[in-house]
């Protein structure tokens, strides 16, 4: 996975920061949205989060595992 990729949710995500269901679950599952960033380094040194893939939505952005995307060809 690159940035720019086209993804897709695959797997059951809930979330309670998206915009437009604010403080209510919302179930992530089949969205779409591009990948923003893959995080391996934080100031020049490698790091190992545990959600390391930035997906944009529009103007709201996500932080997935990469198991948890499926890339739109």
Same mark, same amino acid.
């Given at each position: 996975?690159?940035?720019?990729? *086209?993804? *897709?949710?695959?797997?059951?995500?809930?979330?309670?920061?998206?915009? !437009?269901?604010?403080?209510? #679950?919302?179930?992530?599952? =089949?969205? !779409? =949205? !591009?990948?923003?960033?893959?995080?391996?380094?934080?100031?020049?040194?490698?790091?190992?989060?545990?959600?390391?893939?930035?997906?944009?939505?529009? *103007?709201?952005? #996500?932080?997935?595992?990469?198991?948890?995307? !499926?890339?739109? #060809?």
């Amino acid at each position: 996975m690159q940035p720019g990729d *086209r993804v *897709r949710v695959q797997q059951s995500v809930v979330v309670f920061t998206h915009p !437009e269901h604010r403080g209510q #679950a919302f179930d992530m599952k =089949g969205q !779409e =949205g !591009e990948i923003n960033t893959v995080l391996v380094e934080w100031k020049g040194k490698p790091i190992s989060p545990t959600l390391p893939v930035i997906v944009a939505f529009g *103007r709201y952005k #996500a932080h997935f595992r990469s198991d948890e995307l !499926e890339v739109i #060809a």
